[in-house]
Structures are given as C-alpha cells and as structure tokens.
C-alpha cells in the first residue's frame, strides 16, 4: 500500500478519534453537573483498561504491564490524572469551546518541555509561533484581572501537564511501549481517584466549598439510568479515541496527520452552540485562529527539521 493511502486512512481514523473525544467531553459536561469526576475517572479507567486487554489478546499481542521506568511513569500518570481532572472540572464551569480551544495550547508546552528535558534547540521562527499560540490562548481567556476567571487556566494548566507527559511517554518509549504506557494510565488513575474518594468520605466541607467544587467533592453515586449510560459512554469514547489516534500515527505520517486533531474545535463549537448556546465573542475567534495557525506551523515546521517530539503523538 502506498504512503498516500496510508495517510488517507490515518487522516480518517484522526477525524474518527476526535470526533469520538468530542463526544466524550460533551458527556463529561453533561453528567458533570450531578456526578463526581472521580467516579466518571473510575469507571472511565475500568472499561478503558479492559478494553485494551481484550483489543491486545484479539491482536495477539503481549500484555504488557511492567515498566522499566518506575519513577518516571509515576511522574508522567501523576501529571496526566491532575492535569485532566482540572480539564474535566473546567467543563462544568467553561463553554465547551473554550475548554478545548484552550487545551490544543499543548504544542506549545511540548516544544518548551523539549528543550529543557530532550536537549532541543528552538530557532526563532518556532519561538514566535509558540508567542502567537500563547496571544491566543490570551484572546480566548480574555483575562479581566479585576475579576479574573480561574477555571480559564484549567485547560492551560492540563495542556501543561499533557505536554510533559508527552516528552515523559518519549523518553521511556524505548522499553515500555504505547500500550502498556496507556495501560499505566489507567492503572494509577483508578488508584488515584480512589485515594482522592476516601479522602472526601472522611473530610467535612463547607456548604460554600461543596456548591463550587460539586463535580470534585461530590460522593460517588449515580444518580439514573441516563447518567448510568453516559458514564458507559465516557469510558468506551475514551479508549476508542485512544485506539484511533494510536493507529493513526502509527500508520501513517504524523506531519500530514497531525493538523487533522483540530477538527474537535470544530465539534466543540457545533456542539457548545446547539446544545448550550455557547459561542466564542470576537476576541476569542481571533485567539483560536492564532492557536491553530501557530500549531499548524508548528507542526509542519518539526516535520521539515525532522524533530518527532512534538509531531509523532497525538494531542489526547
């Protein structure tokens, strides 16, 4: 099969892939206003981690579960359970549009975390796009520092952490392979959110502190069948996204597939306006276009240099 078919399959599975987050982080804001994030976490991690052992036996592959990197796996599940627990949170309190117009800031982040941890060197053309993506990030926040929106860094914050991950996953890749790494990720995520329940079970708040922080120090429980089916839902978007965007760049060239990850602003907007009314004002398109703009060089601005950090991982 030629390179162009492989990338026309590739660029179809990222569509699918994003397509399917999109849906995911609906539920998730949908069901966030009456159900703990830990639990949607929970059950997330649950069906993704069996999922993927049922989809690497079909394979037949090896199971895979030990890592040559213990401390670094921890540091990169403990940043990315933190980083997506704010990012989740933040969709009970952002516009959908926002919340993942703000996250694809994590290019950025990864070019940063590559010259400081894998040595990169940034010429002034990749330091000017991460510039123009952080303008835009500025635009869309639309910061009012008299009364300053704190939810707003969430998405920031979790592409943050996302990012260094990601040169976390690229330092360790040469002896645990993706699937054990996503394995990892479900593994301490499951552990985490149960450390996190005990430690709100056992734990008195505030009524003021409960109203604000609903979706975090809410008991687990499940409030009817509709919020039941879309925490089902949750965890089979997530690991079927995963399993896109994986065999996506795997298949094919993560230069001529990459860009293809923003269709989910796409959604978000399509989604936020039909279903809550949501749209971006003025400011907030000018940043997203600068965001996409700048990551899109970005993108196409590695793939010339030859440098995969940034490039040869899927955003989610």
Known sequence: M?????????????????????????LIKIISETTSIYLIYFIRCIIGFFVILIYLKYKKRKIIIKTYYPILTILRSFAFFFGFSLYYFSLS????????????????FTSIFSMFIMKEKIGLRRWIAIIVGFVGVFLVMDPDFSNFNIYSAFPVICAFCYSFTIIIQKKTADKDNVFSQIIHIYISAFIFAIIIKVFIHYNTFSPEIMMEYKSLLAEWKIENLNVFLMLIGVGFTGVIGFLCLFSAYNMGSPPSIAPF????????????????????????????VLIVSAG???????????KQISIDKPLR
């Open 296 to 306: 899109i060089y970005t993108f196409v601005r590695e793939s010339k240099l030859n």
């Open 93 to 108: 309190k952002l516009s959908l549009p926002v919340a993942v117009t703000l996250f694809f800031v994590s290019p950025f």
């Open 2 to 26: 030629t390179e162009n078919n492989q990338n026309i399959k590739a660029i179809i599975l990222v569509l699918l892939g994003m397509t399917v987050f999109a849906l995911q982080d609906t």
């Open 261 to 288: 990850e923003y269709i989910i602003i796409i959604w978000a907007l399509i989604i936020g306006w039909l279903l809550w009314g949501d749209t971006l004002n003025l400011k907030g398109s000018i940043g997203l």
